[in-house]
C-alpha cells in the first residue's frame, strides 16, 4: 500500500516539488498552507509521515508539532526549516519532531530520511503487533489453575510436573509460563543435565510482607 506523506507549507514552490518527489517514490502526497488545514487533513487522511514546515503564518511549525503531537504520539514528524540554530532544534525536539531537512530540499536526502522513518515506524508497529499477540488468549481461569497449584507446592517446577499435575497440556503450561515470566509473577532458575540445553523451572514469587 502506498505511503500517505501530510505535507504543511506556504511555499507553493516546496508543495510542488515534494509532491513530485513523492509520485516519483509512489507515496501519496497531501498538501496543506497552514497548520490549521493540515490538521484537517491529517484528521482525515492519517498520513504515514508529516513533513511541516517552521516559518508558516497565524500558527508556526513548533504550535503545529504541538497540536499534531496531540492526535498521534508515534506519527514520524519531519521539520522543513532554513534555521541552522541549535536552539530552534532544540526546541522542535522537545514538543516532539523526530526529524530535520534543511532548505533548498534535496530529493536524495528527503528521500532517504523519509525512507528511514517509514522502516523505523513499520518496526515499531510489527514490536506492538508481537506484544499484542503474545498476551492476547491469556486466560484468567487457566492462569489461576496453574497459580493455585504453584501457591501449594513453594518450591521450582518443571512445564512437565505442571502440565502432569494440571491436566493442562505441555504447550499451554509453556506458553502461560512464559506470560508470567515476562509479567515477573515467577522466578527462574536452570537445572543443568549432562547433555542438551538447561531446563527451566518455575516458581511463583511471593509477596514480602
Not at 509521515?49 to 500558527?59: E, F, K, R, S
Not at 523526530?98 to 523505523?120: E, Q, T, Y
Request: aromatic residues 8%.
Amino acid at each position: 500500500m502506498s505511503k500517505k506523506i501530510l505535507i504543511i507549507d506556504d511555499d507553493k514552490q516546496i508543495l510542488f516539488a515534494m509532491s513530485a518527489i513523492c509520485q516519483y517514490q509512489h507515496w501519496i502526497p497531501i498538501t496543506a498552507t497552514s497548520v490549521k488545514e493540515g490538521i484537517g487533513k491529517y484528521k482525515k487522511e492519517n498520513p504515514d509521515i508529516v513533513l511541516i514546515d517552521y516559518h508558516l503564518p497565524v500558527v508556526n511549525g513548533i504550535e503545529g508539532v504541538k497540536m499534531l503531537r496531540k492526535l498521534d504520539e508515534d506519527v514520524p514528524i519531519i521539520v522543513l526549516t532554513v534555521e541552522e540554530d541549535q536552539k530552534v532544534a532544540d526546541r522542535f525536539i522537545e514538543v516532539g519532531a523526530s526529524d530535520f531537512a534543511l532548505k533548498p530540499i534535496k530529493a536524495p536526502d528527503i528521500i532517504s530520511r523519509i525512507n528511514v522513518h517509514i522502516r523505523f515506524k513499520k518496526s515499531m508497529e510489527e514490536v506492538t503487533k508481537g506484544m499484542e499477540d503474545y498476551t492476547k488468549g491469556i486466560s484468567h481461569e487457566t492462569l489461576e489453575i496453574i497459580q493455585n497449584y504453584m501457591d501449594r507446592i513453594d518450591s521450582y517446577h518443571s512445564i512437565n510436573n505442571i502440565a502432569k499435575a494440571t491436566g493442562l497440556a505441555y504447550q499451554t503450561v509453556h506458553r502461560y509460563l512464559q506470560y508470567m515470566e515476562s509479567e515477573e509473577i515467577v522466578e527462574v532458575s536452570y537445572k543443568y543435565g549432562k547433555i542438551g540445553r538447561p531446563q527451566k523451572r518455575y516458581k511463583l514469587k511471593r509477596n514480602e510482607i
